[in-house]
């Protein structure tokens, strides 16, 4: 016994079953699912859709009004938030929190929760709870939006979007608490390992560095050392035959440089000598300068280390 049609703000379209005691929905592809109504024989009648987004029915039997929440939000708590600071290169997360109907707590079991999306300026840009701002995304508004929708007659589904935030470049990198375990080691192309004590005391084989940073970055270590030059203008130049009589003077000069994702806090580099598969320093005495660089290319101030190679 179908008699009143209605269609909701979800989308889809609802009826009164009068004889079967239930509300049927019908979706735009022409699915068609009947809800049985909690109180028997109530004779569902007139099916209106209202201004709150909600759908009516009159239940003749039962002397009663009953409501669809065809889009209405009461599935939330409050509207979702974005956690994570907003900052470029860091994994946001979009939260929820649930609220309760009819003294029934949504439960994967129970609710069919159709998933999160991001917006950038109002426009999908990607699915899921977490999403991590790219640079292109500097400046932008960035929004999240949750759907969820019950399996039940009375509240069939939600959509809530959060308040937008604005992505933000990561701030300049800062290294502190930089160290070296040994300031004079022998050079090795073996990996680390542990030895023996000997003994005579030698200077230990490699050493390890040491540094803390504020953000997650690019970490650029530099090998330089001074070497004898001669003075051309205001510039100290490597030294030739053409002028071998100018006077002396000390240049610095870059022999090999190292590169490594660091992470936030603190990060340790076991380094023996070997900058390269085929190359490591050899003996002398070096400056290791160490830069980090964020995401959107912000460098950090240097940080200076000076070690020997013995032998």
Known sequence: ????????????????????????????????TEFELPTARSAPAGIVPGADGNVWFAESEAGRI??????????????????????QGSAQT??????????????????????????????????GQTYTPTVADIGHKLACSVTATYPLPLLVSSVATSAPIVVTAPPTPVITAARQSAASWRA???????????ARRRPPVGTTISFALNVQARVTFTFTQPREGRTA??????????????????????????SFAAH????????????????????????????????????????????????
């Open 264 to 311: 936030a806090g603190a990060n340790t580099v076991a380094f023996q000598g070997r900058i390269s598969p085929a190359s490591r320093l050899a003996r002398g005495r070096y400056a290791l300068v160490i830069v980090a660089t964020n995401t959107v290319g912000v460098a950090s101030a240097p940080v200076t280390l000076h070690f020997t190679i013995v032998r």
């Open 233 to 258: 203008g205001r510039e100290c130049v490597p030294r030739t035959r053409h002028n071998a009589r100018r006077r002396r003077c000390t240049r610095t000069v870059t022999v090999g440089q190292l």
């Open 94 to 127: 979009c939260t929820v929190a649930w609220s309760t109907w009819d003294s029934l707590q949504p439960q994967p079991s129970l609710l069919g929760f159709d998933g999160y999306h991001w917006l950038l300026e109002g426009a999908p840009i990607a699915s």
């Open 188 to 198: 090795s192309s073996a990996l680390a390992r542990i030895s023996r004590k000997h």
């Open 1 to 32: 016994g179908p008699e009143w049609i209605t269609p909701g703000s979800d989308c889809n379209v609802w009826f009164t079953e009068a004889e079967a005691n239930k509300i049927g929905r019908i979706t735009p592809s022409g699915s068609i």
């Open 66 to 87: 009953g409501r669809l929440g065809a889009g209405a939000a009461e599935a939330l708590l409050s509207a979702p938030a974005i956690a994570g600071g907003g900052q």
